[in-house]
């Protein structure tokens, strides 16, 4: 998870600290990293602590391509170019019409010290490896958005000690959370061409991957059908 090279100038909102247990584990002194849910915004190359990423200039190509880099020591790409192109079939198709990549990108170290799930830079959407044993660590409590986010597709949090917090993933809950969340927030960054604030364009994004995302693919009902509703009833 990553902080691209090329972000909004405003800080985003939801953050909470992590650290990385996959790769630097024999390091002696611990140090706090950036869990960031999603990055979109314009170009600041002047942006402190800024990693490289691959910037694909704009062509005049049908379509969109998939460009698959190795993940990295200890992490993995949660879904497959097939899987994204089969749950990008299910938005309107004019949603599609600026995007020209999306690039299931690889962590390095530079990276690791401003993680984030996804981004969108350009004309391209970038998703990043979660790490190989679906497990990620914290260092502090993580926000509420954050906690009730994941929670909503099947994140499951746990406090093993005092100051350490975890996020466990199914195989099928992370799938799930990176194509009807993040895949759909970062396209919803595309396609917003009337907000220009970081604020304004995370509002969009997070209805957007509401919207088209999670209600689409059936919201909490195609989750939790077991789910037992429990209603109160108060004596008149």
């Not at 759909?184 to 604030?197: A, C, F, M, P, R």
Request: glycine share 8%; hydrophobic share 30%; with cysteine.
């Amino acid at each position: 998870m990553y902080i691209r090279r090329d972000y909004s100038d405003k800080s985003p909102a939801r953050q909470a600290h992590r650290r990385n247990t996959a790769v630097g584990g024999g390091t002696s002194r611990q140090q706090h990293k950036l869990a960031r849910r999603a990055i979109g915004g314009r170009r600041n190359v002047c942006a402190p602590f800024a990693p490289p990423e691959d910037w694909h200039e704009s062509s005049d190509c049908e379509g969109y391509r998939v460009i698959i880099q190795k993940p990295g020591e200890g992490y993995r790409h949660i879904v497959t170019e097939e899987q994204i192109r089969e749950r990008l079939k299910l938005v309107p198709q004019h949603f599609l019409d600026q995007l020209e990549v999306v690039q299931l990108s690889s962590m390095t170290r530079k990276k690791q010290c401003f993680p984030c799930y996804g981004m969108q830079w350009g004309n391209a959407v970038y998703l990043y490896p979660l790490e190989e044993s679906l497990v990620e660590h914290f260092d502090l409590p993580p926000r509420p958005a954050l906690v009730n986010e994941a929670k909503m597709y099947g994140g499951v949090w746990g406090e093993p000690g005092p100051g350490a917090w975890t996020l466990t993933w199914s195989q099928q809950a992370a799938e799930d959370f990176y194509l009807n969340n993040i895949l759909i927030h970062e396209l919803g960054h595309l396609v917003d061409e009337k907000n220009s604030t970081y604020m304004e364009r995370e509002r969009f994004a997070e209805w957007f991957a509401v919207e088209h995302g999670y209600r689409r693919s059936g919201g909490a009902a195609a989750r939790r059908p077991n789910q037992v509703v429990r209603r109160r009833h108060h004596a008149k």
